[in-house]
């Protein structure tokens, strides 16, 4: 399933469509930087509610296929102008991020 396939199933709002083509793989749901770079694994969507530009740095080093922002949470203005220069797939949502790990989950299946 794509970026944008999940994003239409989700109820996404994009803020950043960097590469939404690309394959999302799994899931993976954390606020603690250093533990999301071990273990999210390459190509999984991130679901956090953390909004600050060290974001961008952990998708890069997890290379996450996407970042959601759960429970309505917006992007500071250096995250957002980190993911457009990285090109991170960037999205918000107003649900909880348990919500949308557990819609994730029956999506990837």
């Not at 993976?28 to 060290?54: E, Q």
């Amino acid at each position: 399933m794509t970026v944008h396939d999940v994003a239409k199933q989700l109820n996404l709002t994009c803020c950043v469509d960097a590469d939404g083509q690309r394959t999302v793989e799994g899931g993976y749901v954390g606020d603690l930087l250093s533990w999301v770079i071990g273990k999210a694994g390459a190509g999984h969507a991130w679901i956090t509610i953390m909004s600050n530009p060290n974001v961008a740095a952990v998708a890069m080093l997890a290379d996450t296929s996407m970042i959601i922002l759960a429970e309505s949470v917006e992007p500071d203005d250096t995250l957002l102008a980190k993911a457009q220069q990285h090109g991170l797939n960037l999205y918000t949502a107003s649900e909880g991020a348990f919500e949308l790990a557990w819609r994730l989950h029956e999506l990837l299946g």
